[in-house]
């Protein structure tokens, strides 16, 4: 009998007020004075998980550690709930936009705070924006951390980093880094030559659901795991909006919101032949 295929969820929990396309008008000096919305709608994620009963669904939460001493009970009840806690950074600035000092503070800071809530290790990281690089998963390596999940290799888009992957080629999602550390990939779509966007996010929203259900099922036909990602926010019509914005980032942002948790929902019961496991288990049950 074939081995199921899994499926890793992974939720960046952030505000909406603390996204980079409304940076300009949302500097973090504003961030105490505007209305957190993120509890209502990571439990909203947490209740849809559990939908699916008696099938697991277990998620990774990267969480921002700035978020996680204003809402601890939202930390611990990720963790009691049966999923996996890890670090998206403290104040969810670019990893290229902070000294090597800063970098190494906000990576032990945000580890520690999370950790401290839990009472359990925090062995996962992702970068804001996708935005690592090989100095970068040094550094993450130095604070602790076991995996870091930041590497995406669609390359139009100017905020990801890049890292050396020494030119992998795996039926594997994951692999492992000089050092020890391993890297779980955002899942994209490769046709030819060509990588398509296709873990999550504002492309989620963007491409139609059958199709996206497609893709995903391409890529899983090629590797054993499939790696998604999305934020609270974007399952948040009712968020407030920033008249300011326009042009693409306004368009970005507020994209379906509406849609969002029933196309998650659609996605996984149409994946009802995978595993949904966090990324910590994924590593734990196979040799990279």
């Excluded at 926010?233 to 969002?260: C, M």
């Amino acid at each position: 009998m074939p081995t199921p295929k899994t499926i890793l969820l992974t939720i960046d929990v952030e505000d909406w007020f603390q996204v980079e396309n409304l940076r300009p008008w949302f500097p973090p000096s504003t961030w105490p004075h505007q209305p957190l919305r993120v509890e209502h709608n990571t439990r909203r994620l947490l209740d849809l998980f559990d939908q699916f009963a008696p099938k697991t669904i277990q998620a990774t939460f990267f969480i921002l550690g700035w978020l996680a001493q204003r809402v601890p009970d939202l930390v611990r009840e990720i963790h009691d709930r049966g999923h996996e806690v890890a670090s998206h950074g403290f104040n969810h600035v670019m990893c290229n936009e902070l000294t090597p000092k800063d970098l190494d503070a906000d990576l032990v800071r945000s580890k520690r705070v999370l950790e401290d809530l839990i009472g359990a290790p925090v062995s996962g990281y992702r970068a804001p924006n996708f935005s690592i690089s090989d100095h970068a998963l040094q550094a993450v390596q130095a604070a602790g951390y076991t995996y870091d999940s930041s590497y995406n290799n669609f390359r139009l888009h100017s905020r990801y980093g890049h890292i050396s992957t020494n030119g992998r080629s795996t039926r594997r999602l994951g692999f492992q880094l000089p050092g020890g550390l391993s890297e779980l990939p955002i899942s994209n779509l490769a046709i030819g030559r060509k990588i398509l966007p296709w873990g999550g996010g504002g492309y989620f929203r963007f491409t139609p659901p059958a199709v996206f259900r497609h893709g995903v099922r391409q890529i899983l036909k090629k590797t054993d795991a499939y790696l998604f990602y999305m934020h609270p926010w974007e399952i948040d019509p009712g968020q407030p909006r920033v008249p300011q914005s326009r042009g693409l980032a306004r368009f970005r942002h507020y994209l379906n919101l509406d849609k969002t948790a029933k196309r998650l929902y659609e996605l996984i019961s149409s994946s009802n032949t995978c595993e949904f496991v966090a990324c910590r288990q994924y590593l734990a049950e196979g040799q990279l």
